[in-house]
């Protein structure tokens, strides 16, 4: 027998579907959001459809914008010789609160990994390739994917892409803990990394 209703049951169905919150973490939720006044659920059903409808990719670097082209890609006083790689639009927030890196950014949305049968459409490699293509002014791509095999299969098979092509093809140092998310890594970690990092052209 249920032990909720057919409509808390569906809450908290929905609510655990969402990454990293279990079955405990969405009954406490659940519930939370059964106890809020009825106005302030209706405010963040609200925030969550409009961000979703409002928010899109911005057709250059491809991270989470309300604008096309987003404010970095905007921002005339934006190094455009430099074009940094990362896995997550989360990783561009790192990078930006750092004050530290000045240039541009990609946002692959994954990684690539042909082991795990992740082809390259998984993800935004091809727009990457093709923004290379009709911009000349890239001098250098700094691959920031995570230090994890995944993050350095992407890596090196950037650089075996790109190389070719006269840019110079840089990875954060090896200072980041391995295996864990640039997401996590602090402030000083990740400036010593970006200062620090490593040509991959060569090999
Ligand atoms: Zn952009």
């Given amino acids: 027998m249920a032990?909720?209703?057919?409509?808390i049951?569906?809450?908290?169905?929905?609510?655990s579907a969402l990454p990293g919150i279990g079955g405990k973490l969405a009954q406490r939720l659940a519930?939370?959001?059964?106890?809020?006044?009825?106005?302030?659920?209706?405010d963040l059903t609200e925030s969550i459809a409009a961000a979703r409808k409002l928010v899109k990719r911005c057709s250059i670097c491809q991270n989470y914008t309300d604008s096309d082209p987003c404010p970095i890609c905007s921002d005339a006083m934006r190094d455009k010789t430099t074009i940094m790689v990362v896995e997550t639009p989360q990783d561009v927030s790192t990078f930006e609160r750092m004050h530290e890196y000045k240039g541009l950014y990609h946002v692959l949305h994954g990684v690539f990994d042909p082991l795990k049968r992740k082809s390259l459409s998984d993800t935004t490699i091809p727009q990457?390739?093709?923004?290379?293509?009709?911009?000349?002014?890239?001098?250098?791509?700094?691959?920031?994917?995570?230090?994890?095999p995944e993050g350095s299969a992407t890596a090196l098979y950037l650089a075996r892409l790109i190389s070719?092509?006269?840019?110079?093809v840089t990875r954060l140092a090896s200072g980041l803990p391995m295996g864990s998310?640039?997401?996590?890594?602090?402030?000083?970690t990740l400036a010593s990394a970006l200062r620090g990092r490593v040509n991959l052209s060569d090999e």
């Fill in 9 to 15: 049951q569906q809450l908290i169905a929905q609510l």
């Fill in 31 to 42: 519930f939370h959001i059964l106890a809020m006044d009825e106005a302030k659920v209706q």
């Fill in 164 to 168: 070719p092509s006269g840019i110079t």
């Fill in 128 to 148: 990457l390739l093709e923004r290379l293509q009709t911009n000349s002014e890239v001098k250098e791509v700094i691959v920031a994917t995570n230090q994890d």
């Fill in 181 to 188: 998310d640039i997401e996590y890594a602090d402030d000083l």
């Fill in 3 to 7: 032990r909720y209703s057919p409509s």
